[in-house]
C-alpha cells in the first residue's frame, strides 16, 4: 500500500511540476547608444521566427545574437545609430535583417568592440542582429554548420516533450506495479 501511495505521489509531482517554468538562458543584452533610438525586446514569436528562418537559409553558420523591435524619434533616415551588442567584438562580421511589410533586408554594419553601427532605415521594426561565421570557420564547418542553425531548440515547457516526459514515467511505474505484484 506504501509504495502505491509513493508512485501517486511521485506522479503527482512530475505532473505539477510540468506546469512550472524553468529559468532559460538570459537573452543578449542590447542597448541603444544613439539618442531618440529605443530598444525593446518583446518581439512577436512569428518575427522572431520570420527573422530566425531567413538568417538560417541566407547566412549559413551563423548566429542570431537577438530579435529586437527598434523605434526611433528624431533620427533621420541614413543617420548612423549605434547599438551595444552582449558577444560582439571588433572585427566581427554583423549583420542586421530588418523586417518591415512583410519583407526581410539585410543591413549592413561595422563593428568596434561591443558596439554595432548601421545607417538608420526609413521604417523602424523588429530586427535580427546575425554574427555571420567567419570565412575559415565557414570553409571548415559548412555541414555541420547548417545542420546546427536548421534545428532550433524546445521551447522551455514544450508540451510535445512533457507529454514524452510523462507517457515514459507512468510506464515505468505500471512496469514496477505490475513487477511487485506478480
Request: glycine residues 4%; positive net charge.
Given at each position: 500500500?506504501?509504495?502505491?501511495?509513493?508512485s501517486?505521489?511521485?506522479a503527482?509531482v512530475?505532473?505539477l511540476s510540468?506546469?512550472?517554468?524553468?529559468?532559460?538562458?538570459?537573452p543578449?543584452?542590447?542597448?541603444a547608444?544613439?539618442?531618440g533610438v529605443?530598444v525593446k525586446t518583446?518581439?512577436?514569436e512569428?518575427?522572431?521566427?520570420?527573422?530566425?528562418?531567413?538568417?538560417?537559409?541566407?547566412?549559413?553558420?551563423s548566429?542570431v545574437?537577438?530579435?529586437v523591435?527598434l523605434?526611433?524619434?528624431?533620427v533621420?533616415?541614413?543617420?548612423?545609430?549605434?547599438?551595444?551588442v552582449?558577444g560582439?567584438?571588433?572585427?566581427d562580421?554583423v549583420?542586421?535583417?530588418?523586417?518591415?511589410?512583410?519583407k526581410?533586408?539585410?543591413i549592413?554594419?561595422?563593428t568596434?568592440?561591443?558596439?554595432v553601427?548601421?545607417?538608420?532605415?526609413?521604417?523602424?521594426?523588429?530586427?535580427?542582429?546575425?554574427?555571420?561565421a567567419?570565412a575559415s570557420a565557414?570553409?571548415s564547418t559548412?555541414?555541420t554548420a547548417?545542420?546546427?542553425t536548421?534545428?532550433?531548440?524546445?521551447?522551455?515547457?514544450?508540451a510535445a516533450?512533457?507529454?514524452?516526459?510523462?507517457?515514459?514515467?507512468?510506464?515505468?511505474?505500471?512496469a514496477?506495479?505490475?513487477?511487485?505484484?506478480?
Amino acid at each position: 500500500m506504501m509504495k502505491k501511495l509513493f508512485s501517486l505521489a511521485a506522479a503527482a509531482v512530475l505532473t505539477l511540476s510540468l506546469g512550472l517554468t524553468s529559468f532559460a538562458a538570459s537573452p543578449v543584452k542590447v542597448s541603444a547608444d544613439t539618442k531618440g533610438v529605443t530598444v525593446k525586446t518583446d518581439v512577436s514569436e512569428k518575427d522572431t521566427k520570420t527573422l530566425s528562418d531567413k538568417a538560417a537559409a541566407d547566412y549559413k553558420g551563423s548566429q542570431v545574437l537577438a530579435v529586437v523591435d527598434l523605434s526611433a524619434s528624431d533620427v533621420k533616415a541614413g543617420a548612423d545609430v549605434t547599438l551595444s551588442v552582449e558577444g560582439v567584438k571588433k572585427g566581427d562580421t554583423v549583420v542586421l535583417l530588418h523586417l518591415h511589410d512583410g519583407k526581410v533586408d539585410p543591413i549592413s554594419t561595422e563593428t568596434a568592440d561591443d558596439k554595432v553601427t548601421f545607417k538608420a532605415p526609413a521604417t523602424w521594426s523588429p530586427f535580427a542582429i546575425v554574427k555571420l561565421a567567419s570565412a575559415s570557420a565557414t570553409a571548415s564547418t559548412t555541414a555541420t554548420a547548417a545542420a546546427t542553425t536548421a534545428k532550433t531548440s524546445p521551447k522551455t515547457g514544450d508540451a510535445a516533450t512533457a507529454m514524452i516526459v510523462m507517457v515514459a514515467a507512468a510506464a515505468g511505474i505500471l512496469a514496477m506495479t505490475k513487477r511487485k505484484a506478480a
